[in-house]
């Protein structure tokens, strides 16, 4: 359970570290962007709760897709392909960058542990 929750803040200090990149930062507004205007699709078109909306759009762009809620109407389901087409790729560069970032943390983390160890090991042996 420990090693969950220091992955997850890794995850969470790589997430925040990649977000001081301008493009990075304009790849994430992308994908807000994409998030809110499927949530306000789902909203006003199919009629969804907000919570239900922000879920499926979410869903979809993750490929997720439970199945549990899912668009009724012929337009939900067109805007549905089509926003599934466009955000899969902007979701899947912002998940990429983000996994890039953290197994750069770690990678770095575990390099900068192995070196501490060999000056400590040099240290010893001076003695």
């Known amino acids: 359970m420990l090693s969950l929750l220091i992955s997850v803040k890794k995850l969470f200090s790589s997430f925040l570290g990649i977000l001081k990149k301008e493009d990075t930062r304009a790849l994430f507004f992308l994908l807000a962007t994409t998030l809110l ?3 306000i699709f789902y909203l006003t078109v199919e009629k969804l709760s907000p919570l239900d909306s922000l879920y499926l759009s979410f869903m979809t762009l993750t ?3 439970y199945g549990d ?3 009724v109407t012929d337009l939900g389901k067109i805007f549905t392909m089509v926003y599934a087409t466009v955000g899969l790729g902007i979701m899947a560069m912002f998940i990429s960058v983000v996994a890039k970032s ?3 943390s770690k990678q770095s983390h575990h390099h900068h542990h ?3 160890k060999e000056h400590s090991a040099e240290k010893s042996s001076e003695k």
């Open 63 to 65: 490929t997720i897709g």
């Open 69 to 71: 809620v899912h668009p």
């Open 37 to 39: 205007s499927g949530t």
């Open 114 to 116: 192995h070196k501490n």
């Open 102 to 104: 953290y197994l750069y």
